[in-house]
Nanobody, 121 residues
């Protein structure tokens, strides 16, 4: 079971860092973050390969968010800077079926419980 943490409330322009600890069984799988705002579909945010390389980002967060991975701790992080009110959502981490997951939810086999991020203007 993936365990996400680090959500909370922040002012626009501020930072937050999310963490997600994955079971060791996913050490060779890609890990990603998705988010779901109220009344909207769950959308891809950022993903990283099994080795910690090849990060990809949604256009809406590129340049502001950074995904990283600590293989020794089986943990993936999402550093979120310059937060905007439109970043408000429940953030989910997900483990891909393969060494790298893409932007499609069908690429993922296991999901965490979600952590709420609220950004106020």
């Amino acid at each position: 079971q993936l365990q996400a943490s680090g959500g909370g409330s922040e002012q626009a322009g501020g930072p937050l860092r999310l963490s997600c600890t994955a079971p060791r069984t996913f050490s060779n799988n890609g890990l990603s973050w998705f988010r779901q705002a109220p009344g909207k579909e769950r959308e891809f945010v950022a993903g990283i390969g099994w080795s910690g390389g090849n990060p990809i980002y949604a256009d809406s967060v590129k340049g502001r968010f950074t995904i990283s991975r600590d293989r020794a701790r089986n943990t993936v992080y999402l550093q979120m800077n310059s937060l905007k009110p439109e970043d408000t959502a429940v953030y989910y981490c997900a483990a891909a079926r393969k060494a790298f997951g893409g932007r499609d939810r069908s690429d993922y086999t296991s999901w965490g419980q979600g952590t709420l991020v609220t950004v106020s203007s």
